[in-house]
């Protein structure tokens, strides 16, 4: 199918990008709810009504189901630019599940993004967790799983499992453990109070949660393939999903890196330029060891965005030229 210059080209500058003004607009909002995000574990709900007015819950799903189909740089750039707290790193697994839903059978891909919804889903890619017992059309799954980022204010949870034979664990063709993946309705789930116990993060209500002999529809399940995650949602069309998964994967938590590494500089300057030091004349910021520090520490956070940026966009140009990134190539070759 023809691409048009516009799906295939990345935005010449990010920053003026709506959604990343929108994101930036949105920091002073941010700040006001910190500690009660920090409190109560969870993001308000006012909050929340926020964050879908603004997009944000839609940045990577198909425009075929209702998204908006960013590429991987504006993502995340708004996901940097609220990354000051909790709202980022929720952010952030949002999207990367909403990712990996998207391998799963149509008619669970439908259900889950219905018209006229636009669905949290909180979980964990990594294997484990869960076991499931074939019924029939789907499975009878128990389970728990950690790090549930969001749970609190998701309409449904993602979670890994074995399947039960007979009692034993299925086997892939090379005798290694077998695991599949199923996306459950938050009302399905328990979160297990106490089991986010931090200093950091607090907010992002990172809980346990858990299903008990909880039916899991066939359509709503997928092989957990790779390790730790593959694309399986190239069926999609457009370039964002063409791309390798180490585009989105990774790259995911060091946008939350490089916001809160950008809000702490900005946190220091803003005391440096009100704070004079014990035993000291002058401002903080009038020292040159200062000066010197904070150069350093921005210019390495410039550089770290910039290669990330970069490594990103070669990526993005030799998908959207119709070529094979060169990781995907090798796999390939030691495949074959």
Same mark, same amino acid.
């Given at each position: 199918?023809?691409?048009?210059?516009e799906?295939?080209?990345?935005?010449?500058?990010?920053?003026?990008?709506p959604l990343?003004?929108?994101?930036?607009?949105?920091?002073p909002?941010?700040?006001?709810?910190q500690?009660?995000?920090?409190?109560a574990?969870?993001?308000?709900?006012?909050?929340?009504?926020?964050l879908?007015?603004?997009?944000?819950?839609?940045?990577?799903?198909?425009?075929?189901?209702?998204?908006?189909?960013?590429?991987?740089?504006t993502?995340?750039?708004?996901?940097?630019?609220?990354?000051?707290?909790?709202?980022?790193?929720?952010?952030?697994?949002?999207?990367?599940?909403?990712?990996?839903?998207l391998?799963?059978?149509?008619?669970g891909?439908?259900?889950?993004?219905?018209?006229?919804?636009?669905?949290?889903?909180?979980?964990?890619?990594v294997p484990?967790?869960?076991?499931?017992?074939?019924?029939?059309g789907?499975?009878?799954?128990?389970?728990?799983?950690?790090?549930?980022?969001?749970?609190?204010?998701?309409?449904?949870l993602?979670g890994?499992?074995?399947?039960?034979?007979g009692?034993?664990?299925?086997?892939?063709p &090379?005798?290694?453990?077998?695991? /599949?993946? $199923? +996306?459950?309705?938050?009302?399905? @789930? *328990?979160?297990v109070? !106490?089991?986010?116990?931090?200093?950091?993060?607090r907010g992002t209500g990172?809980?346990d949660?858990?299903?008990?002999?909880?039916?899991?529809p066939e359509?709503?399940t997928?092989?957990?393939?790779?390790?730790?995650? &593959?694309?399986?949602w190239q069926? /999609?069309? $457009? +370039?964002?999903?063409a791309?390798? @998964? *180490?585009?989105?994967? !990774?790259?995911?938590?060091?946008?939350v890196?490089?916001?809160?590494?950008?809000?702490?500089?900005?946190a220091?300057?803003?005391?440096?330029?009100e704070k004079?030091?014990?035993?000291?004349?002058?401002l903080?910021c009038?020292h040159?060891?200062?000066?010197?520090a904070?150069?350093?520490?921005?210019?390495?956070?410039h550089?770290g965005?910039?290669?990330?940026?970069?490594?990103?966009?070669?990526?993005?140009?030799t998908?959207?030229?119709?070529?094979?990134p060169?990781?995907?190539?090798?796999?390939?070759?030691?495949?074959?």
């Amino acid at each position: 199918m023809h691409k048009s210059a516009e799906e295939t080209r990345l935005p010449v500058d990010i920053d003026v990008q709506p959604l990343v003004q929108a994101a930036a607009a949105l920091r002073p909002v941010l700040c006001d709810y910190q500690e009660e995000i920090e409190r109560a574990q969870c993001l308000p709900h006012a909050l929340v009504e926020q964050l879908h007015a603004a997009g944000f819950y839609r940045l990577v799903r198909p425009r075929a189901l209702g998204g908006l189909q960013v590429d991987p740089l504006t993502f995340l750039r708004v996901v940097e630019r609220v990354a000051e707290g909790a709202v980022g790193w929720n952010l952030a697994n949002n999207s990367i599940v909403q990712l990996i839903t998207l391998g799963l059978p149509d008619e669970g891909v439908h259900e889950i993004y219905a018209p006229g919804t636009d669905p949290v889903i909180a979980g964990t890619a990594v294997p484990g967790g869960g076991q499931a017992v074939p019924v029939a059309g789907g499975y009878r799954v128990s389970g728990r799983w950690r790090f549930g980022s969001g749970c609190q204010e998701s309409a449904w949870l993602l979670g890994s499992f074995q399947i039960l034979d007979g009692g034993q664990p299925r086997r892939n063709p &090379d005798g290694t453990a077998a695991y /599949w993946r $199923g +996306v459950f309705p938050r009302a399905d @789930a *328990q979160v297990v109070a !106490g089991s986010w116990d931090v200093t950091g993060l607090r907010g992002t209500g990172s809980f346990d949660w858990m299903v008990e002999d909880v039916f899991l529809p066939e359509r709503r399940t997928m092989v957990h393939a790779g390790a730790p995650l &593959d694309n399986q949602w190239q069926r /999609w069309p $457009g +370039v964002p999903y063409a791309l390798p @998964a *180490q585009a989105w994967v !990774g790259p995911h938590h060091s946008a939350v890196i490089t916001g809160i590494a950008r809000a702490g500089l900005n946190a220091l300057i803003q005391l440096a330029g009100e704070k004079t030091p014990r035993g000291r004349t002058g401002l903080l910021c009038e020292h040159p060891q200062v000066q010197d520090a904070v150069g350093r520490a921005d210019a390495m956070l410039h550089a770290g965005r910039a290669y990330r940026s970069a490594m990103i966009a070669e990526l993005w140009h030799t998908v959207a030229a119709g070529k094979e990134p060169d990781s995907v190539a090798n796999d390939r070759k030691q495949e074959s």
